[in-house]
């Protein structure tokens, strides 16, 4: 793993709503190596999205606004930048692949005129150069007769090929960071198996750094070197990848890795299920925001949100219980 | 008709084909073969997994099952009586027994009514219950999914996703029906609360004694839950066995690469595994392939897969699989 790319800091994120104010990320810290493939973890409204959204400024605002942090990037704070300056980053050095490559592409323009667009607009190509790119990416990452195919529309390429389509657009400008923002949730499991093999396949080639995020313990298993388990906004555990599935540390990812069912497994057993559901935060909690979920709370969890700290090598973890030996 | 008593729903050579209309005056064109031929039964207690990747089928086999389709040709035998032949008011009575769960909890339930008037819905279709009656029903029942009775003036958007699956769970249950086809009911919930779901079925089977087809494309959750698992392949069944069975010794090539691309939440274990990578997409129902359905992406193909249609074949006691080279 090389320099840092990317650190953030004390992140924040609020979105205005109707009923109140909702703190979408509450303060995330993390860092991002050259070449290292960072896998974020969490259920649905825990702020995983809007935390890499926040780093790219893609927020919708209003209703949503960055409140504090930084966002280092070579030097440079992503969340100070005028917008001319942000343009520049996304798409070209930073790159997204959304969730459903369906409602991303323009149905009404081609994959050629859609694939020309970055490189046009950021590498300075003219249209003869961007195509024979658009061409040489199709190729990449893994679709046949790339030159009759760019005159096509996206309908007329499948879940999985648009998926891929997605991808060489990302990497059309040769991104140092790629976001990948559950870009096999909306797969089936055999498309799902080819999309992760070619982003790792792309990764070894390119040397880019990933950022994948998932709410699937099982696909972060097989592709990223570390993870970071996000629950109400905040991280509440982060290791790299072996030592998360041999020792978790937090109740919420123990619950999350006991309610699998495991394909090898010999027995039936029971899963075992978090009760209650996922908060969503109208204050800044002043409590562990997983405490009321929690199976090995003690009373010190009401009285204070619990920060994260440093319990092994890289391995961080906000909790005031050590669920392995009862409470610290 | 069905020797062993212990059967309760025998599908035979079922057939859904959805014709494809084109042109200014409609003509039929073509027809999506949807379901082409599947056969199975389903015993009293046990819980049948179906799984198969999108457009294989699985939730058509389901449909056509309690009639929700008309099925284009075959038979549906519950307790002797083929529901393919009944006409429509004793079908609708049979309908007590045949109950569904859905995929999506947000489309399945009507924005418009409260959790007692969807609960108590079925009970007032069938004059079970009336006025009060309903009320204690509804209550019973919300208790036994474990929501709070009290909610029952409520509407479905103040529920969350885990919450709204145990109401559609409910409304299923209201009339004691014997026989449930789940269809994905946990694909559209968290991880937290699919466990909670899950757990729920396992619960309700055990109390009621119910018995469940459930259809999914998360193998291991249907590993987990099913006591046997049937394979879908573009509209055929490829391979059928006991749930430990299917997953210790696959038979066919596709669930061999089915089963391999399951991500597992075990780093060490999923460096060590091989890979099966399929190429290519599932190939269209309109035009589905000669022979095999599946020698476009199998890996292990020859030249008499293109020509003949594997036949369905018993390899060992209770696994059956329709490969020619198994």
């Not at chain 1, 005028?82 to 930073?94: C, F, T, V, Y």
Request: with cysteine.
């Amino acid at each position: 793993m090389g320099e840092q790319l990317i650190d953030v800091q004390n992140l924040e994120t609020h979105f205005k709503t109707p009923d109140g104010i909702v703190h979408a990320v509450n303060g995330v810290s993390f860092n991002l190596k050259e070449g290292e493939t960072l896998g974020v973890v969490g259920e649905s409204g825990c702020g995983k999205s809007v935390t890499m959204l926040s780093c790219l400024r893609l927020i919708p605002s209003p209703p949503g606004k960055i409140v504090a942090g930084k966002a280092i990037f070579r030097g440079k704070d992503l969340l100070k930048m005028d917008s001319e300056e942000i343009r520049q980053i996304r798409g070209g050095q930073i790159s997204m692949v959304f969730q459903d490559p369906m409602t991303s592409l323009n149905p009404v323009m081609t994959i050629g005129k859609q694939m020309a667009e970055p490189l046009m607009l950021h590498l300075n190509m003219n249209a003869e150069q961007a195509r024979n790119r658009s061409i040489e990416l199709l190729g990449m990452v893994g679709i046949p007769n790339a030159a009759d195919r760019l005159k096509e529309y996206p309908h007329q390429y499948s879940g999985g090929m648009r998926q891929r389509v997605m991808i060489a657009m990302a990497l059309s400008c040769n991104p140092q960071i790629l976001i990948a923002d559950e870009p096999t949730t909306a797969l089936d499991v055999t498309i799902q198996a080819q999309i992760v093999e070619l982003v790792k396949r792309l990764r070894d080639e390119l040397g880019m750094a990933i950022i994948w995020i998932t709410h699937d313990l099982g696909v972060v298993a097989s592709i990223a070197h570390r993870v970071m388990v996000m629950y109400g906004g905040y991280i509440i555990e982060e290791a790299n990848v072996k030592d998360l599935y041999v020792d978790p540390r937090h109740p919420y990812t123990l619950g999350l890795l006991g309610s699998l069912p495991l394909i090898h497994e010999e027995t039936h057993k029971k899963l075992f299920s978090i009760e209650g559901m996922p908060p969503v935060l109208y204050q800044k909690p002043t409590s562990c925001p997983f405490a009321p979920r929690c199976t090995y709370a003690i009373e010190h969890c009401w009285k204070e949100n619990p920060p994260l700290e440093t319990v092994g090598e890289g391995h961080r973890v906000a909790c005031w219980v050590d669920p392995m030996k009862g409470s610290k | 008709m069905t020797a062993d008593n212990n059967i309760l729903l025998k599908v035979e050579n079922l057939v859904m084909h959805f014709p494809i209309y084109r042109g200014v005056f409609r003509r039929q064109v073509g027809v999506v073969h949807a379901v082409d031929g599947v056969s199975f039964d389903i015993k009293k207690g046990e819980t049948l997994g179906l799984v198969g990747e999108s457009g294989c089928g699985k939730s058509t086999t389901g449909r056509s099952i309690l009639q929700l389709y008309k099925p284009t040709a075959g038979s549906v035998y519950f307790k002797d009586t083929n529901l393919v032949k009944l006409r429509p008011e004793p079908m609708r009575m049979m309908r007590r027994e045949l109950q569904m769960i859905f995929q999506d909890p947000y489309a399945s339930l009507n924005p418009r009514m409260t959790v007692r008037d969807i609960v108590g819905e079925p009970l007032m279709a069938f004059g079970e219950a009336s006025g009060k009656q309903i009320d204690e029903r509804v209550a019973s029942l919300l208790d036994l999914v474990k929501l709070n009775p009290d909610f029952s003036g409520r509407y479905p958007h103040e529920f969350s996703g885990g919450q709204r699956q145990r109401i559609g769970v409910a409304r299923a249950l209201a009339l004691n029906p014997s026989f449930i086809v789940c269809d994905e009911p946990i694909s559209a919930l968290d991880v937290s609360i699919q466990a909670q779901v899950v757990n729920l079925l396992e619960e309700l089977q055990e109390r009621l004694n119910l018995t469940y087809l459930f259809i999914a494309h998360d193998l291991s959750m249907v590993r987990h839950i099913s006591n046997r698992v049937a394979v879908m392949y573009l509209g055929i069944i490829v391979e059928l066995a006991d749930r430990s069975d299917l997953y210790k010794n696959p038979l066919h090539p596709y669930t061999q690469a089915l089963l391999s691309a399951i991500p597992v939440a075990d780093p060490v274990y999923s460096e060590q595994r091989r890979r099966i990578i399929l190429e290519g997409d599932v190939p269209s129902p309109v035009n589905p392939p000669s022979g095999c359905r599946f020698r476009t992406r199998c890996p292990i193909a020859v030249e008499k897969c293109a020509q003949m249609v594997p036949e369905w074949r018993e390899l060992q006691p209770g696994h059956f699989v329709a490969c020619h080279l198994a």
